[in-house]
């Protein structure tokens, strides 16, 4: 038998982030893709993009604090979700719904804000544990979405 309780206070401050040329290029060769799309101005400006873009998931690398892992709880997860109101120190991904309005461009400045929303208890084989509906939403400059996240992590 599980219960639940809904929580709506931000995991930490909505943050501004400027998206640059670099940090494309770096995202698309650390996951792989060498679409010059994603680095070549002349070859992106021949496109129906008109220039240089990001990778779809491009917003997800702005999700978190970029810290040293001295700084991060000992389980490895982000900080930023250590502080969820659970009693339980080990967090895991569960599932991921990402939804992306528009892709990415260089100069674009990114808000990133991210909430906890339900938290539901389960009895499992190893005691307790904590599923938390987690809503991460970035925005341009504007104010207009760019890209929403809507993820389950599991605390025990």
Do not use: N, W
Request: aromatic share 6%; with cysteine; hydrophobic share 35%.
């Amino acid at each position: 038998m599980g219960s639940s309780q809904d929580i709506r206070d931000p995991i930490a401050a909505p943050r501004q982030v400027e998206v640059t040329a670099q940090a494309i290029r770096r995202f698309a060769q650390a996951i792989g893709d060498d679409d010059p799309l994603y680095h070549d101005a002349a070859y992106a400006a021949s496109t129906r993009h008109g220039g240089i873009v990001a990778p779809p998931l491009f917003c997800q690398s702005l999700a978190y604090d970029d810290l040293p892992p001295a700084l991060l709880p000992p389980d490895g997860s982000p900080r930023e979700t250590a502080a969820l109101p659970v009693p339980a120190q080990r967090l895991v991904g569960g599932s991921s719904d990402y939804r992306i309005e528009r892709l990415v461009r260089p100069g674009d400045v990114i808000t990133v804000t991210t909430r906890p929303g339900q938290v539901t208890t389960k009895t499992g084989r190893s005691g307790t544990l904590y599923l938390i509906e987690v809503e991460t939403v970035f925005t341009d400059a504007q104010g207009a979405l760019v890209a929403r996240e809507r993820a389950t992590y599991i605390k025990r």
